[in-house]
Nanobody, 125 residues
């Protein structure tokens, strides 16, 4: 199983940018679909983006299309989430997740057995 550690979160003004990273260890990273989810207090964890094992396909939630870009570097066992044009409603804890296999249909929390501890993103008005 994979161990995942997120980094790169922090405070940022509205309209600003952040690049989140998720470092994986303990498994064959290149055989896993990777996803990003986010959660705010009182809300369910929601899908943000995913990328297939070799990076050939990506998926995005409607609320981040055109602003966020997911990518991965299998040589570094790392997945990234580049976020631009950030909005206050993007404020959340962002989680990295992994699932063995590669599919365009991995977009729910229950489909990902491996999770990081999260990194806080706070977008000020």
């Amino acid at each position: 199983q994979l161990q995942l550690v997120e980094s790169g979160g922090g405070p940022v003004p509205a309209g600003g940018s952040l690049r989140l990273s998720c470092a994986a260890s303990g498994g064959i990273f290149s055989r896993h679909t990777m996803g990003w989810f986010r959660q705010t207090p009182g809300k369910e964890r929601e899908f943000v983006s995913s990328i297939t094992a070799t990076g050939g396909s990506t998926n995005y939630a409607d609320f981040v299309k055109g602003r966020f870009t997911i990518s991965r570097d299998n040589a570094k066992n790392t997945v990234y989430l580049q976020m631009v044009s950030l909005k206050p409603e993007d404020t959340a804890v962002y989680y990295c997740a992994a699932r063995w296999g590669s599919s365009a249909y991995f977009y729910t929390t229950g489909q990902y057995p491996y999770w990081g501890q999260g990194t806080q993103v706070t977008v000020s008005s």
